[in-house]
Nanobody, 125 residues
């Protein structure tokens, strides 16, 4: 049974940083493309970042490029999203997602089979 559990969200001031974690069970990271998405109130979910199975290739939304970094530890089956220089537009529920094999071009919600429950990130200005 595949389970993805996000953690690390919270309240942070604008300009601050947070690191989100996604602990995966029932999957082996080297066999899955792992994505991060977010959904703000009243908006559709949007792509944030993706990490390839190997971990050597990543892709980011333009809105977070240069501020967010996705990484992972295949040994402990955990993917991270380091978020720096946060601003109010980053306020959202953040979700991690997994797709068997997949590719870093997977930037749509429909590209992913498994989803976590989400973690709230609130940036105060």
């Amino acid at each position: 049974q595949v389970q993805l559990v996000e953690s690390g969200g919270g309240l942070v001031q604008a300009g601050g940083s947070l690191r989100l974690s996604c602990a995966a069970s029932g999957v082996t990271l080297r066999d899955y493309t792992m994505g991060w998405f977010r959904q703000a109130p009243g908006k559709e979910a949007e792509f944030v970042a993706v990490r390839s199975c190997s971990g050597f290739v990543t892709n980011y939304a333009d809105s977070v490029k240069g501020r967010f970094t996705v990484s992972g530890d295949n040994a402990d089956n955990t993917v991270y999203l380091q978020m720096n220089s946060l601003n109010s537009e980053d306020t959202a529920v953040y979700y991690c997602a997994a797709e068997p094999l997949g590719a870093v071009r997977n930037t749509k919600v429909s590209d992913y089979k498994y989803w976590g429950q989400g973690t709230q990130v609130t940036v105060s200005s």
